[in-house]
């Protein structure tokens, strides 16, 4: 599964930067968006359920859409594979982990250098997104910001809306630097995300993308490892404790 002369890669790098998408979860009962029949756009419509017009048009399907995707992942737990990346990424001087996942699992996993490109399911904040909710009644509604009363939201990055400022930034100039960007579980198909590994390989990055299925960036990868983020990681992990 895991080439000599990609543990030779890993082994030499001082700046590996991890780029992760909805596959990275899969193994912990998290559905992706895309995978056919079972992913999130293929039962809903993400212009009804993701977008800033879609929730001041509905707030209420929106809010409780996304309060039960908030409720099922009170019962989910990482799998080996974002252990093994909290594991890797002990092993590097320079480690940055780019999400574009919403449901903490790897910081549950103990990964500390999170960056979450598009917001957290966990936190709520006011529709104008200044103020962050610690607790809210939606017992009757959609609640109200305590602060300034407009209606509160997750505070999740939804379509047509700007990413967080400082986390794109960062995550633009840390994959400039990186010597291995490892793209994992993400179909690279929303910007700007999927530009990430395009401009690591420009920095002269060594990419490898891990997902069973191709992408269009399959193509310009040095090495594509086709298997489950959950059993491939924890054996990249093994076979570079072996070479310690
Ligand atoms: P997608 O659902 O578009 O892609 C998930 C990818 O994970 C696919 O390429 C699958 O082949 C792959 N995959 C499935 N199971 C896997 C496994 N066990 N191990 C590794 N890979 C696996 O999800 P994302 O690429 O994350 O944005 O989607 C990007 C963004 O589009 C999301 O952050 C979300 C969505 O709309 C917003 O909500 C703003």
Sequence with gaps: MISDELIQVMQTAQT??????????????????RDALTGLWENFDPAQLATPEAFQA???????????????????????GHYALAELEQRYPYFYLITQNVDSLHQVAGNKSVIE???????????NKL?????????DGVPNCQQCGAMLRPDVVWFGEMLPEDAIDT???VSKSADVFISIGTSAEVQPAASLPVHALRGGATFIEINPHPT?????????LPYPSGEVLPELVAALNLRR
């Design 216 to 224: 269009m960036l399959t193509n310009r990868a040095d090495f594509v």
């Design 171 to 173: 995550a633009f100039a």
């Design 117 to 127: 490109l598009h917001g957290n399911l966990q936190r709520v904040c006011c529709f």
């Design 58 to 80: 509905n707030p209420k399907l929106v809010w409780d859409w996304y309060a039960s995707r908030r409720e099922m992942l009170a019962d989910v737990t990482p799998n080996a």
């Design 16 to 33: 590996v930067v991890v780029l992760t998408g909805a596959g990275v979860s899969a193994e912990s009962g998290v559905p992706t968006f």
């Design 131 to 139: 103020h962050v909710a610690e607790n809210w009644d939606d017992s």
